[in-house]
């Protein structure tokens, strides 16, 4: 290795990651991961129980399960009730975050628990080792497993070792799409893509879209980049070129939607519901708000609705559960996904 070039800054978007010209990558932010298992509910947790399951060994590409306590055998429930399925992908701008990172991992217990669902959540990989569409390519392969374990269609499983979890207790008729951040992007194009016709899931339907603070782009500036947040805008653009190198940069149709390059196919969301939650103090809640108003012009035919914390920043939710706003974004998530 070349020491210099190892000093040397080729990239710097902090406070996610910093790589040197000799190719190392420094990231930021929480790191620390936790193994999946059961959340003592004697000890004030949840009672939850979880696991990880390998999707594609080649790739390596896995997911952590969530399953609620109401299911397990010591709970004296019918092991054949069926649970809404819940495909969750975390946050954390492509480069950094994981589903086993503790405060994901912390929510998703609560979530599974509050909600009364069984939790699904791929662990795509990261740019810039795999740069985009690497992480929507993984999500996307993780959504057709789960939707492999349908019987609606009358079709032979083609995964000979189906997952238990999704056989027994997965209801495949009530899926939801749920994305924090990054994850809201990726959860936004998975219901696109479902949407699209070749790329189909088989005949399982997507009940909801629910999107939390998500990550979306564009060329033209949108809330706060045109006046606040100009060097922000820059920085993002400069960040989406570095993410997925050598496209359209910010109105590629994997950042923005409802470009022109993505030729309307935002119309195409298979979700009959979408749910958009913004944070005032989001410096990303304009770009929220964008996805919002974009979509119900865009021609989708289902309910768009929006939802938005007072006082709060960017995934508040997840450092601080207790307060008030976060109560309140929470019940509002389980009205989304109790409805029928």
Known sequence: MDMDLDGEVQYDFFPFIRQ????????????????????????????????????????????????????????????????????????????????????????????????????????????????????????????????????????????????????????????????????GNIAHNMAERAGGGAQSLGGVPIRGLLLVHPYFTSGAPAGTEATTDTARKAMSEAFWRYLCPGTLGPDDPLGNPFSEAAGGSAARVAAERVLVCVAEKDWLRGRGVWYYESLRGSGYGGEVELHESVGEGHVFHYGNPGCEEARVLQARVLRFLRAR
């Open 20 to 183: 040197y010209k000799s190719g190392r990558v420094v990231r930021f932010g929480a790191t620390d991961t936790v193994p999946a298992g059961t959340d003592d509910d004697t000890a004030g947790g949840t009672g939850v129980t979880s696991k990880d399951v390998v999707i594609n060994p080649s790739s390596g590409l896995w997911a952590r399960l969530y399953l609620p306590s109401s299911l397990l055998p010591a709970a004296g429930r019918r092991q054949d009730s069926k649970l809404p399925v819940v495909v969750y992908y975390h946050g954390g701008a492509f480069v950094i975050g994981s589903t086993a990172n503790r405060p994901t991992h912390e929510y998703l217990n609560r979530l599974a628990a509050d909600a009364n669902v069984l939790v699904v959540s791929p662990e795509y990989r990261l740019a810039p080792e795999h740069p985009l569409p690497t992480a929507h390519d993984d999500s996307w392969e993780a959504l057709r497993w789960v939707a492999s374990h349908s019987t609606t269609t009358g079709e032979e499983r083609p995964d000979p070792d189906p997952e238990p979890w999704l056989v027994e207790h997965g209801d495949l008729t009530r899926v939801f799409l749920v994305g924090v951040s990054a994850g």
